[in-house]
């Protein structure tokens, strides 16, 4: 498996080093982000630093604490295809309610390929948003994982109609990425379906040990192109070049994220009463989020209103249980969400049908920690409800390899 592909190698060898970079970089560009101050000192610095050692702490003994075997998964493929097809549609319904007003709406699309500021901001809000129902537009991410584990591992042959589906969900991400700024929408699904093949197809090669880095850069390219329509056309009068506005500001998704982080830190988190950015998936569903926040605005949209903007609204992810509980409950928050790092990848590595469709995301949101906690996100709870969901409506025989070809060679041999 490629060297990357674990978690703690790509905390350390990736993750780490270019958030080292953002906050050296952070001292010289925070003001052009309207920050008031520079909040990455020597001790907001440790204080990440700390967080990530607490993670790596909690994903070496989750890790430890499932033994290493390599699974056999036994799956009927008519059930398999059924399973896929209902996941797929609930994707494709819901989409259709998140995406059908813009139907109505194409003049916005039409102004914002024609480079209207203020386009990408009035089709946001025009999206038919539905709580907890566009949610499922995320059970995309698992049909595309389980799609990718049939394929990869079980020799899966895709029906023309599971075919057909799997281009709508893609091609239907893709309009949401761009219609919605979701960025992040398209990496998903593009996690689900490479995350499994590089890791039990790619050989070891070269180019495989230097994927990570070429994808930095492939990342880079994705975010020049959608940063065309999403915000050019209204800074293109403050710099001299479109190539100098797009450096500066990919370079400060990451510094501002760091920046605010810290910031919220020194000015809030350590004495904020209630929890809002770890718990987002309780926080917030609907009518519970003010049982968390009571009628005040959040702490980050405080921090982000006096001392920075909202524009740039990232916790930084290394940073936000600190803000949310103390510093021991916060570094026990840390040690526990390694731990489950751990055991998915654990469950990944021995090729678990659960672990399988789930570590895509994982690693994801591993990749993501600069800016945000994805594994905690309210986006990422549709992806472990259908997971769920998925496996109990596929009930998988899973058992050791060892103890299956064990029984293969006693059925011969009777």
């Not at 905690?376 to 060892?402: E, H, K, M, N, S």
Request: glycine letters at 8%; a positive charge.
């Amino acid at each position: 498996m490629a060297w990357w592909l674990d978690p703690i190698w790509a905390i350390v060898a990736i993750v780490m080093p270019i958030f080292c970079f953002a906050a050296y970089l952070n001292q010289f560009n925070y003001s052009l982000y309207n920050a008031s101050a520079n909040f990455v000192t020597w001790q907001t610095f440790g204080v990440a630093i700390f967080s990530a050692a607490m993670m790596l702490l909690g994903i070496a003994v989750g890790r430890g604490a499932v033994r290493r075997q390599n699974m056999i998964v036994l799956i009927d493929p008519d059930r398999a295809t059924r399973v896929l097809i209902w996941f797929g549609w609930i994707t494709i319904f819901a989409y259709v309610l998140l995406l059908g007003t813009l139907f109505y709406r194409f003049d916005l699309v039409l102004e914002l390929l024609r480079g209207n500021a203020a386009a990408a901001g009035l089709l946001r809000e025009a999206l038919g948003r539905i709580p907890g129902v566009t949610s499922l537009v995320q059970f995309g991410i698992v049909f595309l994982a389980l799609l990718s584990a049939l394929i990869t591992l079980a020799g899966y042959r895709m029906p023309s109609r599971i075919r057909h589906i799997a281009l709508g969900i893609i091609v239907l991400t893709f309009l949401r990425s761009v219609l919605n700024s979701e960025r992040l929408a398209l990496l998903e699904i593009l996690s689900a379906m490479f995350v499994i093949p590089v890791a039990y197809r790619w050989r070891p090669s070269a180019l495989r040990n230097l994927a990570p880095f070429i994808g930095i850069v492939a990342v880079f390219l994705a975010f020049v192109a959608g940063e065309y329509f999403r915000s050019w056309q209204y800074y293109r009068l403050f710099y001299a070049s479109y190539l100098d506005f797009v450096t500066q500001r990919f370079a400060g998704y990451f510094s501002t994220s760091i920046n605010n982080g810290a910031g919220a830190y020194l000015m809030y988190g350590q004495n904020h009463p209630t929890p809002e950015i770890t718990i987002g998936w309780i926080s917030k569903f609907p009518g519970l989020r003010g049982f968390f926040t009571g009628d005040e605005e959040s702490m980050m949209n405080q921090y982000l209103q006096k001392y920075a903007t909202l524009e740039f609204n990232n916790p930084g992810g290394f940073f936000s249980a600190y803000l949310d509980y103390n510093f021991f409950l916060a570094s026990l928050f840390m040690v526990a969400l390694g731990v489950l790092i751990g055991v998915v990848h654990r469950s990944f590595q021995n090729r678990n049908l659960i672990g399988l469709m789930l570590y895509p995301a994982v690693f994801l949101g591993l990749t993501d920690l600069i800016r945000i906690v994805y594994i905690v996100d309210t986006r990422t709870l549709p992806i472990f409800l259908g997971t769920a969901i998925a496996f109990y409506a596929l009930r998988p025989t899973q058992v050791p390899r060892g103890r299956f070809l064990a029984k293969v060679a006693r059925a011969t041999n009777s």
